[in-house]
């Protein structure tokens, strides 16, 4: 008789590795290892991240019995379609998992004058935010490289356009992952095609990690969750204030802004009664002086919470703007798209909760 545990050894040696993920150097390295020329790695991955075939059986400038080979050893990628939504503004949201149950989201967000997608980096998230579904929904795990890279993917499977920008703002805390997000951006760059200049990355402030990607100088966007420029209140709402406070993290980010000549995004979620005040908004004032940087205004999306948060007054939410401005900062307000589904700022959530969510069998290359 098999023991569980010489089951699950067995069964672990049958799990395939993923060639979404790979770049092509990794790809022409198992080419060379199996005795094929290093040019076919080449092949194999513009099918994949240019061509963005459906399945490995797609690639047909391989012989059969190297796709044969390849599919031996791998699946082209783990990531399935759960479940799929259209709103009225025509935003569609992904409910997908890795082969594991535990769900995840990504958003295909089309504008006039570009397409973009809001991708995942964790199921579900740590940090803890007040405000925020997905936090709310607890932690899971980390997402790998294929699983980031494979959401871009299957979006794009979704839109007529290209997607030519990617924001890593839907659920968890990107820099939580550093690694995979670092290789999933590059591939999103060098193997896709995507200008790094058209990738934003939120964060709550991870000072380390934070210092990590400056001495990188990608120019990516960096965009901060302030959310107030008070440690007193950025702490209730956001837990990682007590670990780097307000100066620190802003401090961070402009020596991130001076390595890498970007402008920093400040964002801000404007609740009512809570940071929406004149006095706050000087406060931004006087620690963004002088720094290149926009601040994004998010009036506060519908969470159900025990806060009991409510979004500012239309004239509120202008008030606060107009006095940003009169501090000289340049200031935008997000435009909210995906509502009726869920999927504006804050609110992906989905199936999730802290643990499994319902699956369908089907791979993601073969859901329409």
Not at 287 to 306: A, C, K, M
Not at 322 to 341: A, S
Request: with cysteine.
């Amino acid at each position: 008789m098999v023991s569980n545990m010489e089951s699950v050894a067995k069964s672990s040696e049958h799990i395939k590795k993923t060639l979404i993920g790979l770049s092509t150097i990794e790809i022409q390295e198992w080419c060379i290892k199996n005795d094929l020329p290093s040019w076919r790695g080449k092949q194999i991955s513009e099918a994949i991240y240019k061509q963005q075939v459906e399945s490995i059986d797609q690639i047909i400038q391989l012989p059969k019995n190297i796709r044969e080979k390849l599919q031996e050893e791998f699946n082209l990628s783990n990531l399935e379609l759960s479940k799929e939504f259209h709103s009225s503004d025509d935003v569609t949201k992904c409910l997908v998992h890795g082969g594991d149950s535990q769900v995840f989201e990504c958003v295909l967000l089309p504008y006039e004058d570009r397409v973009s997608c809001c991708l995942s980096s964790q199921v579900g998230c740590p940090m803890g935010c007040k405000f925020c579904a997905t936090g709310l929904g607890g932690f899971d795990r980390n997402l790998t490289t294929s699983e980031i890279v494979s959401q871009y993917l299957l979006l794009q499977l979704r839109s007529k356009r290209r997607i030519s920008h990617v924001v890593f703002m839907g659920m968890g805390e990107p820099l939580l992952n550093y690694n995979n997000l670092v290789k999933a951006i590059t591939i999103l760059h060098e193997e896709i095609g995507l200008s790094l200049r058209h990738i934003t990355v939120s964060t709550v402030g991870l000072v380390p990690q934070i210092k990590k990607l400056t001495e990188l100088k990608l120019p990516i966007h960096l965009a901060l969750s302030l959310h107030s420029p008070s440690d007193e209140i950025r702490s209730k709402l956001m837990p990682v204030n007590n670990r780097w406070p307000v100066k620190e993290v802003v401090g961070t980010m402009i020596e991130y802004q001076k390595a890498t000549r970007r402008k920093i995004t400040i964002e801000y979620l404007l609740i009512d009664q809570v940071n929406d005040s004149y006095q706050e908004a000087d406060a931004i004032g006087e620690l963004l002086q002088g720094i290149p940087s926009i601040v994004n205004i998010i009036p506060f999306n519908y969470v159900d919470t025990e806060n009991g948060f409510k979004r500012p007054s239309n004239g509120r939410i202008e008030a606060f703007k107009n006095q940003l401005r009169l501090n000289g900062l340049t200031v935008t307000q997000r435009q909210e798209r995906g509502h009726d589904i869920a999927a504006a700022c804050g609110q992906l959530a989905g199936e999730h909760s802290g643990r499994f969510a319902r699956r369908l069998e089907k791979n993601l290359f073969t859901v329409r």
